[in-house]
């Protein structure tokens, strides 16, 4: 993984450990390339397994929206005081154009507001810059999903 | 072009005398994601076979959700060739998806059903189902556009 630009005292192991522990993350490539109080920026490298249409050669759909919802994740982990855990509740994308073949697209998001149980983030998709994007993004994710429990907690 | 994608430019040919098989697997990512079709008469039930590259949270263990949003959205495409011929792969305009529980790590399975297919927009509903069909773990609608981007009337053509 590149050395990711990490502004943020509190947080950023965890926001790291979100990064490097996730198995669809490490198959894809995900790299996290800057990390802010409430902002994640991930990149992910052009590969033909990502392809969704192979007469383009454009990525998949479904590929932006993981890697959306990664840097989505992230900026939500990278929003909070205590180490919580997340689960996604709910995603809009809107795609604005394809994405250009054998070109790195990096994810961009942030968390904008912290409730007691839910974050709201929203995030963009671009090669070179958010003023051009492939995709937007507007999410849910609930806090403390696990109910409050330690992992493993029910099994002692 | 490699011989797999001969089918992707064939698409007018599609609709129920589609090969859905041949064009699933001719799709770089749903082959990465394990994706298989099983046929029931007219219905489509997609597969999304478990693997260990698809789970977004180890803890828990439970699959990414941009690993379902995919799967998803791939059964959307496919559902709506399999519904009518097309010319081009169907692109995604939008797409909301609710995640109602966490996705184990088990085989899923999704079916796509065609709330409406509009000369240049078709909006699609999908949802996605572990041990019971009746307790999805995702639902997903979206909008697709499913006329060639050449054919889409301009406002601005036309009215010199």
């Given at each position: 993984m590149d050395e990711a630009d990490i502004q943020i005292p509190l947080t950023p192991e965890l926001a790291k450990r979100v990064m490097t522990t996730s198995p669809l993350g490490q198959d894809l490539g995900f790299k996290l390339l800057k990390l802010e109080r409430a902002r994640a920026v991930v990149g992910l490298d052009y590969q033909d397994?990502?392809?969704?249409n192979p007469l383009t050669r454009v990525v998949h759909g479904g590929v932006i929206t993981a890697l959306l919802d990664h840097a989505a994740a992230v900026a939500a982990v990278a929003a909070l005081d205590a180490p919580t855990s997340i689960a996604t509740l709910d995603m809009r994308i809107d795609y604005m154009r394809a994405a250009e073949p054998g070109r790195r697209i990096i994810g961009d998001a942030t968390c904008f507001k912290l409730t007691r149980s839910i974050a709201f983030i929203r995030g963009t998709a671009y090669h070179d810059s958010a003023q051009n994007p492939i995709a937007t993004v507007v999410c849910t994710y609930m806090l403390a999903s696990d109910g409050g429990r330690k992992p493993g907690a029910n099994l002692t | 072009m490699s011989g797999d994608s001969k089918i992707f430019s064939d698409l007018r040919l599609a609709g129920e005398a589609t090969d859905i098989e041949a064009l699933l697997a001719g799709i770089p990512y749903a082959r990465h994601l394990g994706m298989e079709v099983e046929r029931q008469g007219r219905e489509l039930t997609f597969i999304m076979r478990f693997a260990p590259h698809l789970i977004g949270n180890p803890r828990l263990p439970a699959l990414h959700g941009g690993v379902i949003g995919s799967f998803l959205e791939t059964a959307a495409i496919l559902g709506l060739i399999w519904d009518a011929p097309l010319q081009q792969l169907p692109k995604p305009v939008d797409i909301g998806i609710d995640f109602l529980r966490s996705g184990k790590p088990v085989d899923t399975f999704a079916r796509a059903i065609i709330s409406k297919r509009g000369r240049r927009v078709a909006n699609v509903r999908a949802e996605a189902w572990q041990e019971e069909q009746g307790r999805p773990i995702a639902s997903l609608h979206g909008h697709f556009l499913i006329m060639p981007d050449a054919q889409i009337p301009s406002p601005l053509v036309g009215e010199g």
């Open positions: 397994k990502l392809v969704g | -």
